[in-house]
């Protein structure tokens, strides 16, 4: 993938942006790169967000400790996400999240470890009231190509 770096004004809109999106003041050298149709933004080298709006990679969660909501899912579920299948309501065991059909969110372990980005595909609400149907789509996971492509920074 071919990567360059952001202009002054865009890295400074871009970091504007994600301080509003995750309550987070970021600072270091900004990279760019597009790869299918895709958008991927590097922070000192490591993959940080893909995508518009951009979306941390779960190495930016846990590099960067960004506030984003979640939902904390059973062991059964885990196991399916991090395969990439997307979150069926019945997996929650707690909601940490007001999500509204369309807004991101994390999937969590019971010990507190990030393991999938996803899109709300129903409000938390009905989640809770009916506890079935599909409640998250999968975007990234554990063991995927952004994590492979990112995991070797969370170590540096």
């Known amino acids: 993938m071919q990567r360059h770096v952001m202009s002054k004004k865009d890295a400074k809109e871009f970091l504007k942006r994600v301080k509003e999106l995750y309550g987070v003041e970021l600072e ?46 059973d062991e059964g579920a885990v196991k399916a996400v991090t395969n990439g299948a997307d979150l069926f309501a019945p997996g929650i065991v707690e909601f940490n999240c007001d999500c509204k059909e369309g807004e991101y969110f994390l999937v969590k372990t019971k010990t507190g470890v990030p393991v999938a980005v996803m899109r ?17 789509e999968n975007l990234h996971h554990v063991g995927d190509e952004l994590w492979e492509t990112c995991k070797a920074k969370l170590r540096g």
């Open 28 to 73: 270091g050298n900004l990279e760019v790169g597009k790869e299918k149709k895709e958008v991927y933004y590097f922070l000192d080298g490591l993959l940080a967000f893909f995508g518009d709006p951009p979306l941390p990679t779960l190495c930016a969660v846990l590099k960067l400790n960004l506030n984003m909501p979640y939902v904390v899912v």
């Open 120 to 136: 709300a595909l129903m409000p938390v609400e009905k989640a809770k009231a009916e506890k079935r149907g599909k409640f998250g």
